[in-house]
């Protein structure tokens, strides 16, 4: 079965510092992945995007994600953290189902703490 | 902005009652997405919608159903409502069906159930 797992719930950094979130997917066939960050009381937004192209993937306001698939991972990251970083992150998994329709699995968020 | 909107922005209802939830998709999307998110359950799929047909099934309760227009925007209905249907509905669209375009999420519906 498809499942999104994203390792830690809170995650706090340093503004300045590296921010590393981890994701790891199962797929039985080869996923789309896709990051999204939540601002407080708003929609998700969609940060990036795989669909099989460059592993290395460049989103909006500096994040990327590199996909690895013998790690069977898709971790965010961005060099250096900002103030305005502070949000939840959901690492999503998209796949084929036998009826020709796609399913969408969200991970459970990373709330993102930046510390001055 | 996202493009999407969703309407009302919060709704206060009490146990057993029907409300609608509105959705209008980014202009030119066809697909539309309904979402449950709630503390203890994250954020589940409910339903999709292209073009105006059921595309793909979630975890939707048969309490629940969509529908989509003609004119694309759509409507999710909840009944015989539950405490533990409180939670924040979200309305997403994308242009095609396809799973390897993102989702265009609108900023959601609160729904609280006294």
């Known amino acids: 079965a498809q499942s999104v797992t994203q390792l830690g719930s809170h995650v706090s950094v340093s503004e300045g510092a590296l921010v590393l979130l981890r994701c790891n997917y199962s797929?039985?066939?080869?996923?789309?992945l896709f990051w999204y960050v939540q601002y407080p009381n708003q929609g998700l937004q969609l940060l990036l995007k795989?669909?099989?192209?460059?592993?290395l993937v460049k989103g909006i306001n500096g994040f990327e994600a590199e996909f690895k698939k013998s790690e069977t991972s898709f971790h965010l990251t961005k060099p250096s953290a900002h103030m305005s970083d502070a949000a939840e992150y959901f690492c999503?998994?998209?796949?084929?189902?036998?009826?020709?329709?796609?399913?969408?699995?969200f991970g459970t968020g990373t709330r993102l703490k930046v510390l001055a | 902005d996202s493009g999407v909107t969703q309407t009302p922005k919060h709704l206060i209802t009490a146990t057993g009652q029907r409300v609608t939830l509105r959705c209008s998709p980014r202009?030119?999307?066809?697909?539309v997405y309904w979402y449950q998110q709630s503390l203890d359950q994250g954020l589940q799929f409910l339903i999709q919608?292209?073009?105006?047909?059921?595309?793909a099934k979630g975890n939707i309760l048969e309490r629940f159903s969509a529908q989509q227009f003609p004119d694309l925007h759509s409507e999710l209905n909840l009944s015989s409502l539950e405490l533990g249907d409180s939670a924040l509905y979200f309305c997403?669209?994308?242009?095609?069906?396809?799973?390897?375009?993102?989702?265009?999420f609108g900023p959601g519906t609160r729904l609280t159930v006294l």
């Open positions: 202009s030119g999307d066809l697909s």
């Open positions: 919608y292209y073009n105006g047909e059921e595309r």
């Open positions: 797929s039985s066939v080869p996923p789309y």
């Open positions: 999503a998994v998209s796949v084929p189902s036998t009826s020709g329709t796609y399913k969408y699995i």
């Open positions: 997403a669209s994308s242009v095609g069906a396809s799973g390897r375009v993102g989702q265009y």
């Open positions: 795989y669909t099989s192209a460059a592993t």
